[in-house]
């Protein structure tokens, strides 16, 4: 309760933005604990990563990859262990966008567009500044990058899922966040627009992200690095060195077939919930 | 000649012009602030908030003597604040949910102030006031009670609208955005608080839930844009008050009620019209292009 305390004290402090560690790596993670109550969410987290890397955060549901995105932003407290970032706490930094899962958000707000992704500039304002003409332009040019220009005036409501996704990554752009953390961007999209953010997610060169994701396939084929997650680290590293059968059935249980085929691939399919786990 | 007559005769009367201005105030301000309250769900909390202060009234009563009707004001502001940062901070601290936390809290609250109010020799009228507000009985230092909160209270909106906005959309947001989240939230509910209680001499405890929720939801149907939410809502908040008055006036319907049943005529019609508003855009939309409609 302490730490809850402490951590609500420091995320609610107006803080001047961090300085970044030049030799720092954009993110590390040691001995990373979360609890919700009594329940332990993450166990022993620890790893680096590089800035510029793309990290897909696999895991079945409940495995915690919500939360580890959480707590990397700074807006869940820390049971114990260290985050920094650019070698500086969360809570210090402006710089790390969070992108919810579009049913986290109330989509029946009345803003439109562009006041959605303006909403990205105003930790960079800080209060009783008015927006002007330069973060007026960023937004214009966010909105411009993901395909979204002439949809600016639309009620956000009125946005497709995609469109809705693209929003969030605009708000990204226009926050000029440096650590990118998408929950579930994929979901309840269609094929297309799934590539459509996949594609955006790759023009995103100058960002650190961090994906939660469910599919394994795309986690695979569209990052750099992989973390396998229930609760504890089960893999990290390259997608081919993590995705590894015994990992895997730890991560899945029974829920989990895979194939082996020609080229040594393994095609797996993925349920995502198993008996033992509390499927929500 | 009629016309103008029908218009023009109440204003002969200085108590109904002071009413007038009053629920033209009153109805624009619990509009701005009644459209946070919509958004963020917090319907009930209003409600809660206008009568938890009635303990506070009836200490007033208690201390300060019947005529005093300038010190219950500020008896009911304290009442008012206090419990609103009290709900704040259960909410915030407990495992209680906030809604059953806001409805023990004014379940006792209004219960402490009936029991106060019973001790006092002839508590009914005092109640009836209370509950159902008398806004043909505004005086002038009313107004400018009104005025001054209400000016206090716009600004506050103005200087921090984007902190509010974002707080109310996304807290998550907020906190990423390192915007002082957990500030906001409290003086959102202070806000509505004095909202609550500058309100009260016109529609009471019973109707003010109306004149905060009402008419920024019949906005909220009609908009697309918080700050055109606001002024939507303000406009109906303020016609529906004078409306309201003119059939009190010529009708003889308890002035409270009347302005809550215009507000609420207004939310019906807004109801009819967005509905069919949105059935055309759609087959407007789905004509023009069947690549959007295939994404939704």
New interface residues.
Partial sequence: MTSLRAA?AR?????TEAVHDPDAPALRIRNLHVSYGERLALEDLTFDLPAGARLAVVGPNGAGKSTLL?AV???VPRAGGSIAVHGVVP?G??C???L?QRS???WR????AF??VM??R??R?G??R??KERDRALVREALGLVGLEDREER?IGEL????QQRMFIARAIA?EAELVLLDEPLAGL?VS?QNEVLALLAQLRKATILVALHDLGVAATHFDFLLLLRGRMLGFGHPADVLQPEALREAYGGALRMVRTEDGILVVHDTTCTAEDRCS | MFVIHWLTAPLQYPFMVRALVASVLVSGLCAVIGAYVVLRSMAFLGDALAHSVLPGIAAGLLISGRGDRRSLFWWALGTAIAVSLGIGWIGERSKIREDTAIGIVFAGMFALGVALLSTVRGFAVDLVHILFGNVLGVSSWDLVVIGGFGAAILLTVIFFYKEFLVVTFDPTLAATLRIRAAFYRRLLLVLVAVVVVVSLQTVGLGLMLAMLITPATTAFLLTRRLPWMMGTGAILGAVSGVVGLYLSFYWGIASGAAIVLVATGFFLVSLLVSRRRDVLRWRLRRRSSGQSVAEE
């Fill in positions: 609500a995320t609610g402090r107006r803080t959480k932003a700074g807006i809570e930094h402006t790390i966008a969070y919810p986290e958000v109330d707000f009345p803003v439109t006041d959605a909403m990205g105003i930790g304002l209060p009783l008015r927006p009620r497709s899922g995609g469109e926050q269609d627009s």
